[in-house]
């Protein structure tokens, strides 16, 4: 298992990792959120060679977190709310492989308790249709070039994609998942 101590690592793609990013890192339990690419063939791929849909890829979030704090079923419930897993090869206006839903588990702890969330949330009234979210074993990780890491925190007022899609997203998880917030995101 890829864990440092205590903490154990999650890896999902839903979409933009910008998105992704911005909610993850604001709950209690989450230690640190690396934006990133997985899934694919290319090695140590750039930014540029994913957005191509060429290498595989597909742009992802890795969250290391603790366990006693935050459960990975939590996580799934937030991945679940912060995307639309019944999308395929998109999310929004954002279209391509690498925009894929995918959940890449470490271990087979981490398969079981997906594939069961995959099932609950599939049968909830969340969403209409069915899912496409792939569940596939994380080979390899490949961390985002510096200038991807906490955009939206960095430069989020900046760029209006982020006012348009990130803010909504976040205003979404903050009425779910407020009780779930670090102290510094509250209020």
Same mark, same amino acid.
């Given at each position: 298992?890829?864990?440092? !101590? ?5 890896? %999902? @793609?839903? !979409?933009? %990792? ?10 209690? !339990? ?12 290319? *090695?140590?791929?750039?930014? #540029?060679?994913?957005?191509? @849909? ?10 290391? /977190? ?11 419930? *937030? ?16 279209? @391509?492989?690498?925009?894929?839903? +995918? +959940?890449? /588990?470490?271990?087979? &702890?981490? #398969? ?8 609950? /949330? ?8 069915? /899912? ?8 390899? %990780? ?7 890491? &906490? ?5 989020? !007022? ?6 348009? *899609? +990130? ?9 779910? %998942?407020?009780?779930?917030? #670090?102290?510094?995101? #509250?209020?």
């Amino acid at each position: 298992m890829n864990s440092t !101590g205590n903490l154990e690592k999650a890896t %999902f @793609g839903g !979409g933009c %990792f910008w998105c992704v990013e911005a909610v993850f890192d604001q709950l209690l !339990g989450v230690k640190k959120v690396v934006s990133g690419y997985s899934g694919g063939h290319t *090695v140590n791929p750039t930014y #540029k060679e994913v957005c191509s @849909g060429e290498t595989g890829h597909a742009e992802v979030v890795q969250i290391e /977190f603790d366990p006693n704090v935050i459960s990975y079923q939590d996580l799934l419930e *937030v991945f679940w709310t912060v995307h639309d897993p019944t999308q395929l090869n998109r999310q929004g206006n954002d279209v @391509g492989t690498q925009y894929r839903s +995918i +959940i890449l /588990f470490e271990n087979e &702890n981490q #398969k079981s308790i997906a594939q069961n969330s995959i099932k609950e /949330f599939e049968a909830s009234e969340m969403y209409d249709g069915s /899912f496409t979210t792939q569940l596939v074993p994380l080979e390899k %990780f490949y961390a985002a070039e510096d200038y991807h890491q &906490n955009y939206y925190e960095n430069d989020g !007022g900046e760029n209006p994609y982020c006012s348009i *899609v +990130i803010a909504p997203k976040i205003e979404k998880f903050y009425k779910k %998942f407020y009780n779930k917030l #670090k102290p510094e995101y #509250k209020d």
